[in-house]
């Protein structure tokens, strides 16, 4: 029950730290482009960004969870 646990709640870090990533990337792309000129306007956010900000919010939820909840059973 704790490994599932610590599971879910790293898949909703992992959820948490992908929209985090992607906020901060549309928060830079506008801030570069707030300087009035016309023209088109591009968001790159590869897929490994996202893989990499899922991988580490996935184990850091998985970490904490499972640390703290061996922690009570001590």
Do not use: C, E, H, P
């Not at 991988?55 to 850091?60: E, H, K, N, P, Q």
């Not at 499972?66 to 001590?74: F, K, P, W």
């Amino acid at each position: 029950m704790t490994y599932l646990k610590s599971t879910l709640i790293g898949i909703v870090t992992a959820f948490i730290a992908v929209l985090i990533v992607v906020l901060a990337m549309l928060r830079v792309w506008m801030s570069d482009n707030s300087g009035g000129g016309g023209g088109g306007m591009y968001v790159s956010i590869d897929s490994w960004q996202i893989l990499l900000a899922a991988s580490v919010g996935f184990a850091v939820g998985f970490w904490l969870s499972l640390r703290r909840s061996r922690v009570r059973q001590a």
